[in-house]
Nanobody, 121 residues
Framework: QVQLVESGGGLVQPGGSLRLSCAAS????????MGWYRQAPGKQRELVAA???????NYADSVKGRFTISRDSAKNTVYLQMNSLRPEDTAVYYC???????????????WGQGTQVTVSS
């Protein structure tokens, strides 16, 4: 079994900051790309940021310069530092990992349960 457990969401005022964490656990052979997606009410889920095993990053245009993704490979954990938050950043944020289980030969996508981020005064 593999689990992705997110933490760090909450309510913050516009201009504020939050840091999300996502820890992967279980029989993991190798973690490839890890990322964060978000889904606002009535909208499709969208990629926010992703980071490869080598540390290369990719960001949605709407968060460039405000959000920073990082990972601690020793802890199988990915982080999302969110600064200068705006009301339009309000959404459920989901952790995603492309990984290979110890008992498998292929990579599969895994998702966390989601954490709510609300930006409001």
């Amino acid at each position: 079994q593999v689990q992705l457990v997110e933490s760090g969401g909450g309510l913050v005022q516009p201009g504020g900051s939050l840091r999300l964490s996502c820890a992967a656990s279980g029989s993991i052979f190798r973690l490839n790309v890890m990322g964060w997606y978000r889904q606002a009410p009535g909208k499709q889920r969208e990629l926010v940021a992703a980071i490869t095993i080598g540390g290369s990053t990719n960001y949605a245009d709407s968060v460039k310069g405000r959000f920073t993704i990082s990972r601690d490979s020793a802890k199988n954990t990915v982080y999302l530092q969110m600064n200068s938050l705006r009301p339009e950043d309000t959404a459920v944020y989901y952790c995603n990992a492309d990984l290979r289980r110890s008992s498998d030969t292929r990579y599969h996508d895994y998702w966390g349960q989601g954490t709510q981020v609300t930006v409001s005064s």
